[in-house]
């Protein structure tokens, strides 16, 4: 499904989107930017992981995983931050999570009746890897800085009794949603 027509399901438009934001810039993450060009919506991204994913399609020395065509500098809104905690909007947090890349961020996002999620994007593919301890392997890009990032999240998680919604965890996904279509 693209990218306008699942936000037309959701009983909205496109044109209703007021901020992109990136958990990282890989292509499997980063699709549907070709709908802001020009736009003047903000997108959001962590600038490491901006300066990394640039560079690697300037060198090629990561091109598999990042596209020329997402880092238009002219006709795309691109916000970048550098705080290891950055609140983009009231009850929305991004942390900066590197270790699967530099720049990763997951969101948390703390809702008044529902109460707080955690958004993983790839720190964690599915839950397992939460649950275990378990990283990488091969697809952490920095070892150390994935152990790092996943001992805050632990804690946030626990500080918080967050829900954990995790990158490719299909099932994960229908749990949350088969009840409930609308968190508040």
């Not at 890009?141 to 626990?158: F, G, N, P, V, Y």
């Amino acid at each position: 499904m693209k990218l306008p027509n699942a936000i037309k399901a959701t009983g909205n438009d496109i044109k209703d989107v007021k901020a992109v934001v990136f958990g990282h810039l890989h292509l499997d993450h980063a699709g549907g930017l070709e709908h802001f060009i020009d736009s003047g919506v903000p997108i959001y991204v962590h600038e490491e992981e901006f300066k990394h994913g640039a560079w690697a399609v300037a060198t090629k020395a990561d091109y598999g995983v990042y596209l020329p065509h997402y880092f238009d500098l002219e006709r795309l809104n691109w916000k970048t931050f550098t705080d290891a905690h950055f609140e983009i909007y009231q009850g929305m947090t991004l942390h900066h999570s590197p270790g699967h890349t530099p720049g990763l961020c997951v969101m948390q996002i703390n809702l008044p009746k529902d109460g707080t999620f955690i958004v993983t994007t790839d720190q964690y593919h599915v839950a397992e890897m939460f649950e275990n301890d378990t990283p990488h392997g091969w697809l952490a890009r920095d070892h150390t800085a994935w152990i790092r990032s996943h001992e805050m999240i632990k804690q946030l998680q626990r500080m918080f009794k967050a829900t954990m919604i995790f990158g490719h965890d299909k099932e994960v996904f229908e749990q949350l949603t088969t009840p409930k279509k609308v968190f508040e």
